[in-house]
């Protein structure tokens, strides 16, 4: 780890005016993240801003009838939170689908939205990546990929967003709240990570000198019919290589309201509304769970040694469809897949 | 225990952060370079090896304490941001010379090896335990899969914390 100047934040505010008189400073919250990254000297800030200290810990209702997840809440307090199990327990069966239970009780909301790649070359800083160093290269491309993207890709970057939790938040159509030098503003969470493009060293719209302070959730929480189905090499305590968080307003045997999301296929987390747009209306069974995942998959393209994704996207999108319809979300504990 | 200091060395080095912790139930003190992470500060600053390092990323669970009562990596936390926090390892579970009930139930279950990776377990089983959430078998598994055993001693572990837990 490079050595590095330390200061806690005292409040919002003063995080912000600590962040904008250092470009090359960070924010650190459970650090489950950062300090590893700082290990590979993949990160290497001039000055650590604690910020684990504000008081951005509380899950409130809404007057909307929705829930404010402020940004420092751990994941494990989310993932167990009473409103949290029974409205959105899609939320938090993919909280527990996450790292494992020690890492749960350090990462913050937050830090989980900001969660880097866990693409082998960005890690390893022997290899050229164009996401760590522009203009170096792709390495990822040809190869070892198993890990990386099918959709979304570009010719500079194949990496995947790894967050759980930013999967069931997309899915739920949830909103980042987030404070900066200009006040503050508020991103869908669809629109907050992005596509890589030729700028694959932005992961996110967030602007350096802002922080997040909260999630918020709408009303809709989808109990009834979910289930986050995450797929992996092992079946605890790794990255998901592909993962989907699926919810269904269900009407006699009809689709009325559906939200699909990937996890594991792209640089974040991916909904397509033609295929959710397929579903409503729709009687739900297999054949038109295979046409929506058909049209999330037309244009997946893999690189040799990830294209099994493509197939097993398009299955595991068809069997939590089922879960979800038959309102038998995927246990985290038991790993059958029903 | 922690050395002593004689002189502060934080205003020595103007680099070093100077906290304070309860280790174990002791007040401990220390001058400290930001980029030390907890682990660390235990083995090297305090002479506490029980805590072990075996990734050194998170990734094994070797490093698992116990910091105002949840479970955490040590190797991930820096010590800086623990400043006021009181820290339960290893060497702090028995009283007296009577074992933790989870030390002894390892024990009963010869839920160990090599022991590289117990102090690990049995604090992390100590959080799995005050969590509550853990009901079945399966859930003991994968609340406590944050741990790896290189000797696959599993089923033992397991059975140990089923009979802590039935006892607590
Ligand atoms: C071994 C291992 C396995 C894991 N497995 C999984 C998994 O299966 N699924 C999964 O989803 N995740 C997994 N994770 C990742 C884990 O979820 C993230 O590391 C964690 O959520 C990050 O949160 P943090 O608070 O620790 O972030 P930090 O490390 O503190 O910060 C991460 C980044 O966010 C920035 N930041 C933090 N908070 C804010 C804020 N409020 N405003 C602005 N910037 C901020 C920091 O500057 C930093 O750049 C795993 C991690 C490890 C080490
Ligand atoms: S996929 Fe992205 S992160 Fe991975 S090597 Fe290529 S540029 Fe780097
Ligand atoms: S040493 Fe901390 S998790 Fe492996
Ligand atoms: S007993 Fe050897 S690693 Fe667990």
Same mark, same amino acid.
């Given at each position: 780890?490079?050595?590095?100047?330390?200061?806690?934040?005292?409040?919002?505010?003063? =995080? *912000?005016?600590?962040? !904008? &008189?250092?470009?090359?400073?960070?924010?650190?919250?459970? %650090?489950? #993240? /950062?300090?590893?990254?700082?290990?590979?000297?993949?990160?290497?800030?001039?000055?650590?801003?604690?910020?684990?200290?504000?008081?951005?810990?509380?899950?409130?209702?809404?007057?909307?009838?929705?829930?404010?997840?402020?940004?420092?809440?751990?994941?494990?307090?989310?993932?167990?939170?009473?409103?949290?199990?029974?409205?959105?327990?899609?939320?938090?069966? =993919? *909280?527990?689908?996450? !790292? &494992?239970?020690?890492?749960?009780?350090?990462?913050?909301? %937050?830090? #989980? /939205?900001?969660?880097?790649?866990?693409?082998?070359?960005?890690?390893?800083?022997?290899?050229?990546?164009?996401?760590?160093?522009?203009?170096?290269?792709?390495?990822?491309?040809?190869?070892?990929?198993?890990?990386?993207?099918?959709?979304?890709?570009?010719?500079?970057?194949?990496?995947?967003?790894?967050?759980?939790?930013?999967?069931?938040?997309?899915?739920?159509?949830?909103?980042?709240?987030?404070?900066?030098?200009?006040?503050?503003?508020?991103?869908?969470?669809?629109?907050?990570?992005?596509?890589?493009?030729?700028?694959?060293?932005?992961?996110?719209?967030?602007?350096?000198?802002?922080?997040?302070?909260?999630?918020?959730?709408?009303?809709?929480?989808?109990?009834?019919?979910?289930?986050?189905?995450?797929?992996?090499?092992?079946?605890?305590?790794?990255?998901?290589?592909?993962?989907?968080?699926?919810?269904?307003?269900?009407?006699?045997?009809?689709?009325?309201?559906?939200?699909?999301?990937?996890?594991?296929?792209?640089?974040?987390?991916?909904?397509?509304?033609?295929?959710?747009?397929?579903?409503?209306?729709?009687?739900?069974?297999?054949?038109?769970?295979?046409?929506?995942?058909?049209?999330?998959?037309?244009?997946?393209?893999?690189?040799?040694?990830?294209?099994?994704?493509?197939?097993?996207?398009?299955?595991?999108?068809?069997?939590?469809?089922?879960?979800?319809?038959?309102?038998?979300?995927?246990?985290?504990?038991?790993?059958?897949?029903? | 225990?922690?050395?002593?200091?004689?002189?502060?060395?934080?205003?020595?080095?103007?680099?070093?952060?100077?906290?304070?912790?309860?280790?174990?139930?002791?007040?401990?003190?220390?001058?400290?370079?930001?980029?030390?992470?907890?682990?660390?500060?235990?083995?090297?600053?305090?002479?506490?090896?029980?805590?072990?390092?075996?990734?050194?990323?998170?990734?094994?669970?070797?490093?698992?304490?116990?910091?105002?009562?949840?479970?955490?990596?040590?190797?991930?936390?820096?010590?800086?941001?623990?400043?006021?926090?009181?820290?339960?390892?290893v060497?702090g579970l028995a009283t007296?010379?009577v074992l933790h009930p989870v030390q002894q139930a390892f024990?009963?279950?010869?839920?160990?090896?090599?022991?590289?990776?117990?102090?690990?377990?049995i604090?992390?089983?100590i959080?799995?335990?005050?969590?509550?959430?853990?009901?079945?078998?399966?859930?003991?598994?994968?609340?406590?899969?944050?741990?790896?055993?290189?000797?696959?001693?599993?089923?033992?572990?397991?059975?140990?914390?089923?009979?802590a837990?039935?006892?607590?």
């Amino acid at each position: 780890m490079n050595n590095f100047q330390y200061s806690r934040a005292t409040d919002v505010a003063d =995080a *912000l005016s600590q962040i !904008a &008189s250092d470009a090359s400073a960070k924010f650190i919250a459970g %650090g489950t #993240n /950062l300090v590893d990254l700082m290990k590979y000297d993949v990160e290497h800030p001039s000055r650590l801003i604690d910020i684990s200290h504000l008081p951005l810990t509380k899950i409130e209702e809404t007057t909307a009838g929705g829930l404010r997840i402020g940004a420092l809440v751990p994941n494990s307090d989310l993932a167990w939170h009473p409103l949290v199990t029974e409205r959105y327990p899609l939320l938090s069966s =993919a *909280l527990l689908a996450g !790292a &494992s239970a020690q890492l749960r009780n350090m990462a913050s909301t %937050g830090g #989980n /939205l900001l969660q880097r790649t866990r693409c082998l070359y960005f890690y390893d800083v022997a290899t050229p990546c164009n996401k760590r160093e522009p203009g170096s290269g792709c390495p990822a491309k040809e190869g070892i990929n198993r890990i990386n993207a099918i959709l979304g890709t570009s010719d500079a970057c194949i990496a995947t967003h790894p967050s759980d939790m930013c999967v069931a938040l997309a899915a739920l159509d949830a909103e980042v709240h987030v404070a900066g030098p200009n006040g503050e503003r508020t991103i869908a969470l669809v629109d907050f990570h992005r596509l890589p493009g030729d700028t694959p060293q932005r992961d996110t719209n967030l602007d350096p000198k802002e922080i997040i302070t909260a999630i918020e959730l709408p009303p809709q929480g989808f109990s009834k019919h979910y289930t986050y189905l995450k797929i992996r090499d092992r079946l605890s305590y790794a990255f998901a290589l592909v993962s989907v968080a699926a919810a269904l307003r269900m009407d006699n045997g009809t689709t009325r309201d559906a939200r699909l999301a990937l996890g594991g296929v792209a640089h974040k987390p991916w909904r397509n509304p033609e295929a959710e747009a397929a579903l409503n209306g729709q009687a739900a069974n297999t054949d038109t769970f295979a046409r929506a995942a058909d049209i999330v998959l037309h244009e997946a393209k893999g690189f040799g040694r990830n294209t099994f994704k493509i197939d097993l996207a398009r299955r595991t999108i068809i069997r939590a469809l089922t879960q979800a319809m038959n309102g038998t979300p995927q246990s985290q504990s038991s790993k059958k897949i029903a | 225990m922690a050395r002593s200091h004689t002189a502060p060395a934080a205003a020595l080095f103007p680099g070093l952060i100077s906290i304070e912790l309860t280790v174990n139930g002791a007040k401990v003190k220390l001058d400290i370079a930001p980029w030390t992470t907890l682990l660390d500060a235990l083995r090297d600053r305090m002479g506490l090896m029980g805590t072990k390092k075996g990734c050194d990323h998170g990734q094994c669970g070797a490093c698992t304490v116990l910091v105002d009562g949840r479970r955490v990596n040590s190797c991930l936390t820096l010590a800086v941001m623990k400043d006021g926090a009181e820290v339960i390892t290893v060497e702090g579970l028995a009283t007296d010379g009577v074992l933790h009930p989870v030390q002894q139930a390892f024990i009963d279950h010869d839920a160990f090896q090599c022991g590289y990776c117990t102090p690990g377990q049995i604090c992390s089983a100590i959080g799995l335990i005050a969590e509550g959430k853990a009901k079945t078998p399966d859930d003991i598994r994968e609340l406590m899969s944050g741990n790896i055993c290189r000797c696959a001693a599993y089923p033992n572990i397991v059975a140990a914390i089923q009979q802590a837990m039935d006892a607590s």
